[in-house]
C-alpha cells in the first residue's frame, strides 16, 4: 500500500523555511525549527501504538495514543537537528542535539541508555503534532560529553533504520492529566469467584469478579475516560452478580456469568485461578449444629492440613453469629443462635485452593410467655405461641385438667372451665414438632374470688421468655 504522507524535509533549529508538511491532514510549518523539549520512552517499555481512526501506519501516519507500561522522561536540549534519508526503500533518521545542563539523574539515564534503544517524539515549530521516531524496534543513541573552558554538554545522537518514515503523535501523550483515553472493559480474572459443581467442588471455571474501564495500556480511568491516577475519581467498573461489590469502584452496573466486555467474556477456564476437584485441603467439624433456647451457642472447628493457607467464609448469615469468619491454618471458632429460628448453611473457602466445606446450623425456638396471671372471673384468653426453624415450624401442646385449648393460627384460645375460688395454676407444656428438645413451660395462674363482672381477655401483650 503506498504511504499515505510522509514528513520530507530537514529540520534544524536555523530553518526559519516555510515548506509544507506533506499529507496526513498536517499543517504548514510557520516557523523553523524545532522545541527544545524532547519526550524519551524507552523502547521496551512501549506495548504498542494507536493510530489515528484505528488503522495502520502504512496507512496512516499519525499516532492518537503511545500504549506504554512506563511514562516517558524528558529532556531539554540546544541545536536539535533531525534529518531523514530515503535510500532502497529504507529511512535512515538522525536527530542530534546537546544537553547543556548536566545533571546526574540525566548521566543515570545516558549510562543506561547505552544499552537500550528508544523512541523519541519532538516538536516542529509550527506542527501541530509530535514527531515519533524510532518505532518498531527503537533508535540507538550514542553520546559524547564535551568539556570546554566555558562551557560541558552532552551531545546526544538518535539514529534508526527502518522501513517506517517519521510518524506524527497527538500532543496530549504528553499531558497525561488532561488527556481524554479511549477507554476499554478488562475482565479481572485475578479478583475471581470459582464455579462450584453441585457437590460444592470447583468445575476449573472462574468467573471474573469485575471489569474495570482502563487505556490500553492498562491504566485506571474515570467516569470521564481521564486517568484516575490524576483525576483522583474512582475507577469505572461493572460487577460480577454473584459477590457483594467492593466501593472501591464506581460502579456501573452487573453482569451475569455469561456476559463478555469488548469480545472478551467474563468466565474463563482457569485450573491455577480455580484448581478443579481438589479435596481434603479444608474440613469442618461438625458438620451440623443445632442451637435452641437452652443451648444457644457450640463451637466448631476450622482444619487446613496446610497451616500456610487461610481461609473465610463466602456466604452473609441470618440466624447465627459466626465468630471468627477468616482464619489462618486450623483455627476455632463459636457459633451463637440470633433472635429468629432458622437454617444457616454457612460455606467455608481455601483461600488458596477455593475448596469450599460446609457447615449446616439449625436454630430452633419456641416463643411464648413464661406466665400469665388472671382474676378469678376470667373464662377465656388468648396466648400468642409461635414455632421458629425447621421444616414444618410447628408445635404441639399440654391441656391441664381445667382448660379447654383451641389451636388457632396465631396461638392458643383457651376456656377455663370452671370459675375458681380460690387461686388456680395451670401449666401448659409447648414443644417444637421439628426438635422435641425445644420445649417452652406457660404458667397459667387463675385468682381466688372476684366479686366483680365476668369479663374475657383477649389478646397478650407479654413479652417473650428465651
Known amino acids: 500500500m503506498p504511504l499515505a504522507c510522509k514528513l520530507n524535509r530537514n529540520i534544524t533549529i536555523n530553518d526559519t523555511g516555510s515548506s509544507t508538511d506533506i499529507g496526513c491532514g498536517n499543517t504548514q510549518l510557520l516557523t523553523g525549527g524545532i522545541r527544545p523539549v ?54 535512515t533518521h538522525t536527530l ?23 523512541l523519541v517524539a519532538f516538536l516542529p515549530n509550527g506542527a501541530e503534532h509530535y514527531r515519533l521516531m524510532g518505532w518498531e524496534s527503537g533508535a540507538s543513541l550514542t553520546y559524547q ?17 527502518d522501513e517506517v518514515p517519521l510518524l506524527a503523535c497527538y500532543k496530549d501523550n504528553f499531558d497525561l492529566k488532561s488527556k481524554v483515553f479511549i477507554p476499554i472493559f478488562n475482565p479481572l480474572y485475578e479478583i475471581s469467584y470459582c464455579q462450584q459443581t453441585s457437590t460444592g467442588y470447583n468445575n476449573g471455571y472462574v468467573i471474573a469478579s469485575y471489569v474495570v474501564k482502563q487505556n490500553t495500556a492498562g491504566q485506571p480511568l474515570d467516569m470521564n475516560n481521564m486517568l484516575c491516577e490524576y483525576s483522583g475519581n474512582k475507577q469505572d467498573a461493572y460487577y460480577y452478580n454473584g459477590i457483594t461489590p467492593s466501593t472501591t469502584y464506581n460502579l456501573l452496573g452487573s453482569y451475569s456469568s455469561n456476559a463478555s466486555f469488548d469480545g472478551k467474556p467474563v468466565r474463563i477456564y482457569d485450573g491455577t485461578l480455580c484448581p478443579p476437584n481438589v479435596t481434603g485441603t479444608i474440613t469442618v467439624s461438625p458438620s451440623v449444629i443445632n442451637l435452641y433456647s437452652a443451648n444457644n451457642s ?18 452473609t448469615l441470618s440466624y447465627v453469629i459466626l465468630n ?11 457459633v451463637i443462635a440470633g433472635s429468629a429460628g432458622g437454617t444457616d448453611i454457612i460455606q467455608f473457602q481455601n483461600r488458596n485452593t ?35 426453624g425447621g421444616s414444618t415450624q410447628d408445635y404441639s401442646f399440654t ?26 395454676t395451670f401449666s401448659i407444656t409447648v414443644t417444637h414438632n421439628d426438635f422435641p428438645l425445644e420445649t417452652k413451660t406457660i ?8 366479686t366483680s363482672a365476668l369479663w374475657m381477655a383477649t389478646g397478650n401483650q407479654y413479652c417473650e421468655d428465651l
Not at 96 to 118: G, H, M, R
Not at 154 to 161: H, I
Not at 298 to 315: A, M
Request: glycine share 4%.
Open 145 to 161: 560529553l564535551d568539556i570546554t573552558e566555558t562551557d560541558g554538554s552532552y551531545k546526544l545522537v538518535f539514529e534508526y533504520n
Open 38 to 91: 524532547l519526550y524519551i520512552y524507552n523502547i521496551d517499555d512501549v506495548q504498542n501504538l494507536i493510530f489515528e481512526n484505528d488503522s495502520r501506519w502504512d496507512d496512516n501516519l499519525i499516532v492518537e495514543t503511545i500504549v506504554s507500561s512506563n511514562q516517558f522522561f524528558y529532556v531539554e536540549g540546544t541545536s536539535i537537528t533531525y534529518n531523514e534519508n530515503y535510500d532502497d526503500e529504507a529511512y
Open 96 to 118: 542530534t542535539l546537546n544537553l547543556s545542563n548536566i545533571y546526574p539523574v540525566v548521566e543515570d539515564i545516558l549510562n543506561e541508555a547505552v544499552n537500550s534503544k528508544f
Open 443 to 450: 404458667q397459667i395462674i387463675i385468682n381466688g374470688v372476684d
Open 399 to 424: 391441656t391441664p385438667s381445667g382448660l379447654t385449648i383451641i389451636k388457632e393460627t396465631n396461638g392458643l384460645n383457651v376456656t377455663v372451665n370452671t370459675q375458681q375460688t380460690s387461686t388456680q
Open 298 to 315: 457450640s463451637s466448631f472447628t476450622v482444619t487446613l492440613p496446610d497451616n500456610t493457607n487461610s481461609w473465610k467464609i463466602k456466604n
Open 354 to 388: 477455593y475448596e469450599q466445606q460446609q457447615m449446616t446450623v439449625n436454630v430452633y425456638y419456641v416463643k411464648c410467655p413464661s406466665s400469665l396471671s388472671f382474676p378469678n372471673s376470667t373464662t377465656q384468653f388468648f396466648i400468642n405461641v409461635s414455632a421458629e
Open 324 to 334: 471468627p469468619t477468616n482464619g489462618q491454618g486450623t483455627t476455632g471458632g463459636t
